[in-house]
């Protein structure tokens, strides 16, 4: 009618993505979520909001499991979901316990840059494991 015309390009949906690839996107993303939860867990009044962060996080992953299921593509996405429950979920209560003990913790003797290195590798772990599953056809 008005002679607009929307291009979509549909090459990037049909492109296949290297084991690389798939590790640096699965590691920018958790990285940054759990930079994001630390730096909140370490403000006086927002420790708050990583509790609310990880309940919405957790409840997109419930919906999406719903989705998979329905659609019966249940097996692709039960490797994702074993991986993220065994090194996520474990890792979200690491952070929450660690920003538990820095608030309520009298002596509070935490090392920073301990627990950095410690989530950094986490994330990594994670990350690989990720991209060597997202590689593989099964």
Same mark, same amino acid.
């Given at each position: /009618? ?6 979509? =390009? ?5 492109? %296949?993505?290297? /084991?690389?690839?798939?590790?640096? %996107?699965? +590691?920018?993303?958790? @990285?940054? +979520? ?8 370490? $403000? ?6 990583? @509790?609310? &962060?990880? @309940? &919405?996080? *957790? ?5 999406? +499991?719903?989705? *998979?299921? #329905?659609?019966?593509?249940?097996? !692709?996405?039960?490797?994702? @979901? ?10 979200? $209560? ?7 003990? +820095?608030?309520? =913790?009298?002596? *509070? ?7 950095? /290195? ?8 994670? !990350? ?7 590689? #593989?056809?099964?």
């Amino acid at each position: /009618m008005f002679g607009f015309k929307i291009n979509v =390009d549909v090459s990037a949906l049909d492109k %296949e993505t290297t /084991m690389l690839e798939k590790t640096l %996107e699965c +590691f920018i993303f958790n @990285f940054w +979520f759990v930079f994001i939860l630390w730096i909140l867990g370490k $403000g006086k009044s927002f420790f708050v909001i990583d @509790f609310i &962060l990880i @309940f &919405l996080k *957790n409840f997109l992953l419930g919906i999406t +499991f719903c989705i *998979n299921l #329905k659609a019966h593509n249940y097996f !692709s996405f039960l490797k994702y @979901f074993i991986i993220d429950l065994f090194l996520l979920e474990t890792l979200y $209560g690491y952070i929450l316990y660690t920003i538990i003990k +820095f608030h309520f =913790d009298k002596n *509070n003797k935490i090392k920073y840059d301990l627990i950095i /290195m410690i989530l950094l590798i986490w994330v990594i772990i994670y !990350s690989l494991a990720c991209g060597i599953i997202g590689s #593989k056809i099964w």
